[in-house]
């Protein structure tokens, strides 16, 4: 049985009447029925919740736990909790996070700080030939935002049951620095770790003159190992060939010495770390695996990232993607700063070099708005790149405030600047607060302008934890109840803007479309 939209609507709305609840709004790409019973989301003022229709004895065998409530025929509404999720996850598989990196195309990363933009990566994400991950925070992220892995997962579960998408997404614990963290965010159900090496580098290996590197060598590395180096890189030449030209790398004495320092002590973690993930989930492929060497004061060349898979593979660690930091500037929010041409070389090393060694795919991390190497970086990867974005949906969140509440966002950017100095002690970047123009100046209408300005940009991407915790002196959140409920009363431009904007990344990385059949319709088992 098939029914158009606008009948769907009524069906829904005639199986809800005569309830004395007050319903605000339907998601209609959410309700199917499964079993006799009919499930879907609705918002009532209390908040989004699961509803399920359906006759008494069905109602009572359902597992969801809810108030139960007596008309025409019964109705159940359930909270959007964790024990709920659970039931979500084994009624509707599709909710839960599978590993999908080994996919040969484009996935993205699309982090949502908020817990409400979901519904808008997807819109986006299904119309190309991509898959999403939705749920990805780090660790300093959750902090910022008073949230934890089980609420990020389970914020992108109802997500997906909400928009009805059933191609599978991912969940990413990002940027783990610990077996204790990897631990926490694989009980959550993550279906991807992200592996932070940035202190177990050795920087110093890098700066040291030669004759240190060669006492700190000698000293800290067993020869045993030291000829095994030798013999696996010294005197060869490391030649991989691709459609867009060839590449090879040599190694001198120093520059492997240098390497081994650099890495040895992040590669001995990096194995531990695969060995205890695959001894708990049973075989590699449980769980994608990334290694982010991004976060570190040098870019990653072509040679060191060549000497650390080949270790890697040595130890038979597998990793499924890998990110680099590249030469130029890949700061939050704004476009790529630098040699595009240099770039798309380096870029290019190094995709050859992952289809090598494993064909993982190259993670780009501050991957938003890059939209001047986007299309070389699609051409270049041959089975897709994994692209990372974390604040550009804050971004948009908060873009949707300075149109439609103006006085809010005043508040907020008078805020964000008195915070900035220790906002920067979290992240690195280049705002120039004087270049920002001054509130006073602007009319209401010329507000959400400052989120195109490359500063002002910035000064709100970094700040979003202070601004959300921000509380007065009756313990009162000063703007994250306004904030929200603005949010919510607006979520259908919200998704529309962010449709729109990852919509953009997509097609800037040449990602094929996809047919999108209507999934308005309702799924009858
Ligand atoms: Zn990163």
New binding site residues.
């Given amino acids: 049985m098939r029914s158009d939209h606008a009948s769907l609507d009524l069906e829904i709305g005639q199986a809800l009447n005569g309830f004395p609840i007050n319903l605000l709004k339907v998601y209609p790409r959410s309700f199917s029925k499964v079993n006799g019973l009919t499930y879907g989301l609705i918002r009532i003022p209390q908040g989004k919740k699961l509803a399920i229709v359906g006759d008494k004895p069905a109602i009572l065998a359902d597992p969801f736990r809810g108030k139960i409530f007596h008309g025409p025929s019964v109705l159940k509404l359930c909270g959007l909790s964790s024990e709920n999720t659970q039931c979500l996850m084994s009624l509707f598989p599709y909710t839960k996070p599978i590993p999908l990196l080994n996919l040969k195309l484009t996935t993205i990363g699309t982090g949502d700080r908020l817990g409400v933009a979901t519904p808008g990566h997807l819109r986006a994400v299904r119309k190309f030939h991509a898959r999403p991950v939705l749920a990805q925070q780090s660790v300093r992220e959750n902090d910022q935002t008073g949230r934890n892995y089980q609420g990020v997962v389970r914020d992108a579960a109802w997500g997906i049951f909400q928009e009805n998408y059933r191609k599978g997404y991912g969940a990413d614990g ?2 783990l620095k610990s077996l204790h963290e990897i631990k926490t965010a694989l009980d959550a159900g993550v279906s991807m770790i992200t592996l932070d090496l940035s202190e177990k580098l050795n920087p110093e290996a890098f700066q040291d003159s030669g004759e240190v590197i060669e006492r700190k060598f000698k000293r800290e590395i067993s020869r045993e190992t030291a000829k095994a180096l030798s013999r696996c890189f010294l005197e060869k030449e490391f030649h991989f060939e691709g459609p867009h030209g060839d590449c090879r790398i040599r190694f001198t004495e120093e520059s492997l010495k240098r390497n081994a320092l650099l890495y040895q002590k992040a590669i001995d973690f990096t194995e531990e770390v695969f060995e205890w993930i695959r001894s708990r989930k049973g075989c590699r492929s449980a769980v994608d695996f990334e290694i ?1 060497i ?2 570190t004061p040098f870019p990653t060349s072509p040679e060191n990232h060549l000497f650390f898979i080949t270790q890697l593979n040595h130890r038979g660690v597998h990793v499924d993607s890998l ?1 680099p930091r590249f030469i130029g500037e890949f700061q939050k929010a704004i476009d790529y700063r630098g040699d595009v041409k240099a770039f798309r070389e380096q870029f290019y090393q190094h995709s050859l070099i992952a289809q090598y060694y494993g064909n993982y795919k190259i993670s780009i ?2 991957g938003s708005d890059k939209f001047s190497v986007f299309p070389e970086i699609g051409k270049l990867a041959k089975d897709g790149v994994h692209l ?1 974005t974390a604040g550009t949906s804050w971004l948009e969140a908060v873009r949707l405030i300075a149109q439609k509440s103006p006085v809010l966002y005043r508040e907020m950017h008078q805020f964000a600047l008195s915070a900035f100095p220790e906002a920067t002690k979290l992240y690195v970047v280049t705002t120039d607060l004087t270049r920002i123009p001054r509130l006073e100046s602007l009319r209401d209408e010329e507000l959400p302008e400052l989120l195109e300005q490359e500063d002002s940009r910035q000064l709100i991407h970094i700040t979003y934890g202070f601004l959300l915790n921000a509380k007065n002196r009756e313990e009162r959140f000063l703007f994250r109840d306004r904030f929200f409920s603005t949010l919510n009363q607006y979520e259908e431009d919200y998704w529309s803007r962010l449709e729109r904007h990852f919509g953009n990344h997509l097609i800037s990385l040449g990602v094929k479309k996809e047919k999108v059949h209507d999934s308005h319709q309702p799924d009858i088992h």
């Fill in positions: 990002d940027h982010s991004d976060e990110a991390h501050s990372k």
